[in-house]
């Protein structure tokens, strides 16, 4: 199975911030990555996928990145509605489909 | 728009059967790969199976042995059922939209399972 590791576990941000987020495969994916927004009793929201293409009525400040291995999600400019906990997730070599443990995003 | 509903028991009695359905509103259950999730605080996000085409099925290997997924077109429904389950299965029960074999674009909103004697 591929791992996918996501760095930091935590962090602490400010409206308007610019907030990175790093997920790691335990092998090359081939931007075959995508990224969820959660928020408390919510279902998980695709926000994108191929590493950086973006879900439709998503904002356009979500961006992503990588190859490889390494693969970031940035939020260019942090909005009050982006508080939530962030996973990645890989379909490069399934099954199992593996999901990050996560990166909560709060103030 | 396509939405998904999970329906079942809350509670499950260790040993015995989970039984999940899933219900699809503005699209057909025999198109598409229809996929279950699962999240519980220790393990995070785990990838159940998906079925796709009414009758083919792949299962994630951890779970393979309990697992069975289907169709019934009649009620435009696709439904979960894991055997033998302990604690450790307790968990939200996510089902969703599996796109081209890759992300998970539509999802129900959860149903919480406790096992639980």
């Known amino acids: 199975d591929i791992q996918m590791t996501q760095s930091p576990s935590s962090l602490s941000a400010s409206v308007g911030d610019r907030v990175t987020i790093t997920c790691r495969a335990s092998?090359?994916?081939?931007?075959?990555v995508a990224w969820y927004q959660q928020k408390p009793g919510k279902a998980p929201k695709l926000l994108l996928y191929d590493a950086s293409r973006l879900e439709s009525g998503v904002p356009s400040r979500f961006s992503g990145r990588g190859s490889g291995t390494d693969y970031t999600l940035t939020i260019s400019s942090l909005q009050p509605e982006d508080f939530a906990t962030y996973y990645c997730q890989q379909y490069y070599n399934t099954p199992p489909f593996t999901f990050g443990p996560g990166t909560t995003v709060d103030i | 728009q396509m939405q998904l509903q999970e329906s079942g028991p809350g509670l499950v009695r260790p040993s015995e059967t989970l039984s999940l359905t899933c219900t699809v509103s503005g699209a057909s259950a025999t198109s598409y790969y229809w996929t279950w999730i699962r999240q519980t605080p220790g393990k995070g996000l785990e990838w159940i199976g998906y079925i796709y085409h009414g009758d083919t099925t792949t299962y994630n290997p951890s779970l393979k042995s309990r697992v069975a997924m289907s169709v019934d077109t009649s009620t435009n429904q696709f439904s979960l059922r894991l055997r033998s389950v302990t604690a450790a299965d307790t968990a939200v029960y996510y089902c969703a939209r599996l796109l081209l074999h890759s992300r998970m674009d539509v999802w129900g909103t959860g149903t919480t399972v406790i096992v639980s004697s």
């Open positions: 092998q090359g994916i081939s931007n075959s």
